[in-house]
């Protein structure tokens, strides 16, 4: 089995910055993509970037220019940068991986994490 451990959220002012970081760790696996979604109360989830295993990204329009989506390989972690932060932002983001597991065999598998809450209040 496979893990996503998230860490970073937290209470922001309008303007201020924030990390999040999503490590994933169990079974032996190769990284497909990695990404951050979030959800906003009566909201869907919805994709805030993704960063691909030969390093591509893909952001959301709402977050474009202020947000940077990065990863460190070798500890399997994807960071989430987030600057310029608006309340609009306020919502619960979710690591997503999709990894393929060796063990059994190759197989194809999506993981979620268990959510952070960021809130951009003053």
């Known amino acids: 089995q496979v893990q996503l451990v998230e860490s970073g959220g937290g209470l922001v002012q309008p303007g201020g910055s924030l990390r999040l970081s999503c490590a994933a760790s169990?079974?032996?696996?190769?990284?497909?993509?990695m990404g951050w979604y979030r959800q906003a109360p009566g909201q869907e989830r919805e994709l805030v970037a993704s960063?691909?295993?030969?390093?591509?990204?893909n952001y959301a329009d709402s977050v474009k220019g202020r947000f940077t989506i990065s990863r460190d390989s070798a500890k399997n972690t994807v960071y989430l940068q987030m600057n310029s932060l608006k309340p609009e932002d306020t919502a619960v983001y979710y690591c997503?991986?999709?990894?393929?597991?060796?063990?059994?065999?190759?197989?194809?598998?999506?993981?979620w994490g268990q959510g952070t809450q960021v809130t951009v209040s003053s």
């Open positions: 960063i691909t295993g030969g390093g591509g990204t």
């Open positions: 169990g079974s032996t696996f190769s990284i497909n993509a």
């Open positions: 997503n991986a999709d990894l393929t597991v060796f063990l059994p065999k190759p197989t194809a598998a999506e993981y």
